[in-house]
């Protein structure tokens, strides 16, 4: 298994964090997340539908590594990263014994990611988290970069907090499980960084377009490297957001006001992409753009 390894430099330790991309790389999940963040417990979080594709293998993973996992599902869909899941799921790590001791594994697309992320960040005052990502934009994006939260009435992610992860896992072949319009959707935070940042990465996009459409994970792989090396750097010198950061936010400030229009159904990367076409055109209005 040949594995891509990149660092953000901030986070925990002195070193930053890694982020390692390899196809099969949940083969070795219970072994990697023991390497990363030794702990007594891990806490497998994950929404119903990906505990039904992968918690049984994941668990049978820490299992095989001598390692103690419990698998923590919740119901799937963006509506559930709700405050009322963040109590529930914490309830349930207390319920089960976690202690201090313990490892939270978001396992899943973003909704996870926040919701597991925000999960560890406040229980008993924090814990470590390991974010492994099965969707392409959550690979891409919001694994990295220590952002975790829920929503609300009043719109998406006001409540949350900063809480960068021990290590980010990426296994680029579960990308062929996904539906294609959802692996499509996914591409979008790959559009946005070629966009603002990466004119190369743009046109190797256009030839690869096949193979990343229908998620071949050599070229997955490859996407996944260049574009979180690009969101790595940029992490790395504003990890608050207080400045150079908040480029990364463009499509996101019309897309999430979209996303709540439509009631969230909407998919992500759906609603950054009519974003980032709202967004230039504004900017071609103002000649900005």
Known sequence: MSVRTLKVGVGTGDGGYPIRIAP??????GALCRSQAPAHRYAVIADSQVARLFGPAVVAGFDDAGVDATLISFPAGEWNKSRDQWATVSDRMLREGFGRDSVVVALGGGVTGDLAGFV????????????????LLAMLDSSVGGKTGVDTEAGKNLIGAFHHPSAVLIDPAVLETLP????????????????ILDVELWDWMVREASALSTGDPEASAELIERVVRHKAVVV?????????REILNFGHTVGHALEALEGYKL???EAVSAGMRVESRLGEQRGST
Not at 120 to 135: E, K, L, S
Not at 236 to 244: A, I, K, T, Y
């Open 24 to 29: 099969g790389l949940l083969a070795d999940v």
């Open 120 to 135: 560890a960040a406040t229980y008993m005052r924090g814990v470590p988290v390991i974010q492994i990502p099965t969707t």
């Open 180 to 195: 294609r319009h959802q692996r499509c959707a996914g591409l979008a935070e790959a559009v946005k960084t070629a966009a």
């Open 236 to 244: 790395g010198d504003d990890p608050l957001e207080r400045g150079r």
């Open 267 to 269: 998919l992500h990367g």
